[in-house]
């Protein structure tokens, strides 16, 4: 029996998700301007998702443990497919369908680390641009000397479903083999929109391609109206520009379970498989509200995350609007003094030794225009100190003093 429109959707919610979904087919322009109707709200913050990339500490350092330059290849593949089910089905498995994240204001934070028997698996993730929006993180474990960094920007339109299109990159290295992995970003869509039970959909094809001369190819595929299964994917893994001569294969589903063969994918060169449901997540440490910096994201978004978890959107709105003013007062003030907000952790470069030799093997074409510019991690800034910054509009800060003026 086919499902009708706002199945997944309360009885009494069903009237503003039409709505919703209305005005979506009509807007024009980005779609994560739109306000999304109560109900699915998340209170997460966009900032906080560069850290689905390392929730599997032991798969994440397995590479630097590898000496042969073609398993490690693998194994860096094995580790980004790993990633995919955090990424894209955990908040939609949690929550029963996916919720639009709170957009991020510049310089929000998001810093934790993960401790497992890989070690300490810190993590740095930073909104260094707001118009357009983009995050940039750094992933660091010193005990295996592995380390992943990007930044990534999304585009948002709507033809039938509402397609998401990820603009940016990662690099994996190891440099204890002085090797890098240049990684691209699947684009996305929404399936069960019109049911009111959204759910992530990957869709064409990413890339990793190594210094050490390796690339896997992945072609993403969902179900479709007659055949397939949700979720799936197939990778291969070739010599640098030899795609035919296949060295491994991976399919299955990114959710659920996908098997590692050698060669072409015939089940007699079975290597393992993998169990995206049975894999247990390192949960991540991060320090208590009260002794986060103001600009961190679970602090300064408290309020308002209070304010969706007891369904009162008047608070939630009211809090929203306090953060929105105050980053308009220090851009208005940055604007009146001539100068620009400086970025925490990361800073723009003009060239990228990694993205000029491996960009061009996968077509990848960095769009800094699409990004604000190219973005990497500065260990060097991220050693000074910083003066703590009030988000709070001019003379309501909760201590009653005046915000801060920024270094």
Not at 211 to 236: E, H, R
Not at 371 to 378: E, N, S
Not at 389 to 398: K, N, R, V
Request: charged share 25%; hydrophobic share 35%.
């Amino acid at each position: 029996m086919a499902e009708k429109e706002g199945a997944g959707v309360s009885a009494q919610n069903r009237g503003s998700w039409s709505a919703f979904l209305k005005s979506i087919a009509s807007f024009s322009g980005d779609l994560s301007s739109l306000t999304a109707p109560p109900f699915i709200l998340s209170s997460t913050s966009l900032v906080e998702f560069s850290s689905y990339w390392a929730e599997h500490p032991s798969i994440f350092v397995a590479p630097a443990q590898e000496k042969d330059p073609k398993k490690r290849a693998l194994l860096v593949l094995k580790w980004f497919l790993s990633t995919l089910r955090q990424q894209y089905a955990s908040r939609s498995e949690k929550f029963g369908n996916e919720k639009k994240p709170l957009n991020p204001f510049l310089g929000e934070l998001f810093l934790g680390k993960w401790i497992d028997e890989a070690g300490t698996t810190e993590l740095v993730s930073e909104q260094v641009s707001h118009h357009p929006p983009v995050t940039a993180y750094n992933i660091s474990n010193e005990k295996h000397g592995v380390y992943l960094q990007g930044y990534n920007a999304q585009k948002a339109s709507f033809a039938r479903t509402i397609y998401v299109k990820q603009i940016g990159h990662a690099i994996y290295s190891i440099p204890a083999f002085d090797e890098t992995y240049l990684i691209t970003l699947p684009n996305l869509h929404i399936e069960g929109l019109i049911f009111g039970s959204p759910f992530v959909e990957l869709n064409d094809t990413t890339y990793i391609t190594s210094s050490s001369g390796y690339t896997a190819k992945i072609d993403y595929s969902g179900k479709g109206w007659l055949s397939g299964k949700k979720n799936s994917f197939t990778a291969t893994l070739y010599p640098t520009g030899k795609e035919k001569e296949v060295l491994y294969t991976v399919s299955g589903q990114w959710t659920k379970t996908f098997d590692i063969t050698e060669g072409s994918g015939k089940k007699s060169g079975h290597i393992m498989s993998y169990d995206a449901e049975a894999s247990p997540t390192t949960p991540l440490t991060i320090a208590p509200i009260e002794e986060q910096d103001p600009m961190e994201s679970r602090r300064a978004w408290s309020k308002v995350a209070a304010g969706i978890a007891i369904g009162d959107m008047d608070l939630t709105g009211a809090e929203k609007t306090k953060i929105e003013v105050a980053q308009r007062e220090l851009r208005q003030k940055e604007r009146d003094e001539g100068r620009i907000w400086e970025r925490r952790y990361f800073s723009l470069v003009e060239t990228d030794k990694v993205l000029d030799e491996l960009a061009p093997i996968i077509g990848l074409l960095p769009e800094p225009d699409k990004t604000g510019g190219i973005w990497r991690y500065d260990a060097e800034k991220a050693k000074q100190p910083h003066a703590q910054i009030s988000l709070e509009p001019a003379g309501t800060t909760e201590t009653g003093q005046e915000p801060v003026d920024l270094p």
